[in-house]
């Protein structure tokens, strides 16, 4: 059973899922494939994991990288997971390419063939926003895109663990906006 919370985030709300094992899920309201894979029967109610993430979360918006890491339970392909996993060791206040993380050997076992649109789909799909860091990941070439947040919100997040922001740039167009 999947259990789900609010946070009123400074970005806007945001929905947490929970199961008997960890967090499922942190989405902001809206954003792209929001609740995906919430079980249609989850009941709205707090949990101690719902509390660990809260707790990560007010240390993360007051400009501070978290000591903790509330449990997860992620849940995706074997190649979703390495993908996800591999978002984790990404510091804070550093950025990483999808092609950089295409050109991991641990990831080039996941799947026979190998593109930075396959990491980008696989980043695109993390259910666990923020914690699981897919907003530190830019294209090779500087482009803030592909935050299933919205760029805008990629952005607020970079800043508040502050990258430097000049190399990078919103691009005109393209799929991943």
Not at 12 to 35: M, N, P, R, S, V
Not at 89 to 111: F, M, V
Request: glycine letters at 10%; aromatic letters at 10%; a positive charge.
């Amino acid at each position: 059973m999947q259990y789900t919370t609010h946070y009123p985030s400074p970005l806007g709300d945001i929905l947490l899922a929970a199961d008997e094992i960890g967090l499922t899920g942190l989405w902001f309201e809206g954003q792209k494939y929001y609740a995906s894979q919430l079980e249609p029967a989850h009941e709205e109610k707090n949990s101690s994991f719902h509390e660990q993430a809260k707790e990560w979360l007010g240390v993360y918006f007051s400009g501070k990288e978290p000591n903790f890491m509330p449990p997860l339970h992620l849940t995706g392909t074997p190649f979703q997971l390495a993908v996800w996993e591999l978002l984790c060791k990404i510091p804070y206040g550093k950025t990483t390419s999808y092609k950089e993380i295409a050109q991991n050997p641990a990831i080039r076992k996941a799947l026979s063939k190998m593109s930075a649109q396959a990491v980008g789909g696989a980043v695109g799909h993390n259910r666990i926003s923020i914690i699981v860091p897919c907003h530190r990941v830019v294209g090779a070439n500087g482009s803030l895109t592909g935050y299933a947040g919205g760029i805008d919100k990629k952005i607020k997040l970079l800043t508040l663990e502050k990258v430097d922001m000049q190399n990078f740039f919103i691009p005109k167009k393209g799929t991943a906006l």
